[in-house]
């Protein structure tokens, strides 16, 4: 049997695949919408070439899973839509994108941020969850990637007690994102086993992560018997079944920590016999490394000493980008402002009373209608 498809996650430890990004604030304080598209386009232009760099980098380091940042085109979810109008122009190159990835056997999968919460008892954190999805498959679409379970939108389970009400929303979700869309069960909230409930009667498949399990039911050891059940269990979700995704990470100072340590210190047996596996740890392709010698039975090349005593490295910075290249050709802006997206965050740190509305209105209301913008197609 092979050995399981090994993944990394948005950034290398080293310089290999490292993102730029652009605060709000610095963005709002450009006083044209000129000046806002060829920010937005130079930021644009720079993170797409690194994500063709990721899958080149995945391929040389036989890393057959990689999970897109959730912030690769910052700024592209506010309501301005001068973002959108800047990946119009960068279209042919996204779609590009799917066709490389098949090409070199790399799995692309992405996990929106935690404020994604679609059973909340708040309408408005239900909005502002889907509208994100929605940003989120727009963006796969854009790039060519499949409207199946290959390409995961991965979430967690959510509000604790609500898990009729996520059935319900995602029945209703568009194909976008409900063809993509997995659950993962959670420390301290979802059981693997009440989420596979959810996931059987939404007809999504289930992410078993086993450090979250382990956490969640006080587990002494990963060959626990029923890791094993929980894996299997997992694996019914998933068609095929060869496409099962699991999570991995060790505890930093023990099972469990819920911070996670700079390597994998433990394979789960479970584990072989899985199709993928997302490597979750602070040391990023040095743990996967490290992960690839254990599996195959031959020393480790990595010294977690090294890693965590040599100095600093100074890296790409990731707050503002650099002046942009005046040799850069810019596309004008476009004339037309496009129509109003949605917010770019929101914030809901406690959760208020339940309020009694209609899941199957949030399509009606805000997936049709206020997602009908300038984007892509």
Known sequence: MNPPQLGLVCITHGD????RTL???RYLSLETPQQKFDKLLELYTYNLEVLFGALEFCTAQSIGIYRLTSDL???????DGIGFEVLETLKPRMAAFGLESLRRGVRVVIHPDQFVVLNSASMQVVRNSVRALWYHARILDALNLPRSSWTVMNIHGGKGGRGAQMVEIIRDLPDNIR??????NDEYTYSAAQLFEICFEAGVPMVFDVHHHVVHEKLTRLDDPRIEAAVQMARATWTPPEWQLVHLSSGKTGLHDAKHHELILEF???????GYVEVEAKTKEFAILDLQAQLENRPSPVSLEALTTSPTKKRTPKAELEPADKTLTKPKR???SSSRMWTRRSSHKSEPSPVVFSYASVKEQFIFSSCKHTGLN
């Open 16 to 19: 290999a695949v490292r993102y």
């Open 23 to 25: 605060t709000r604030t």
């Open 73 to 79: 085109f910052p700024m592209a979810d506010l309501g």
């Open 179 to 184: 063809s993509r869309l997995t659950l993962e």
């Open 268 to 274: 789960p047996e479970a584990f072989r016999r899985v």
């Open 334 to 336: 476009k004339s037309k």
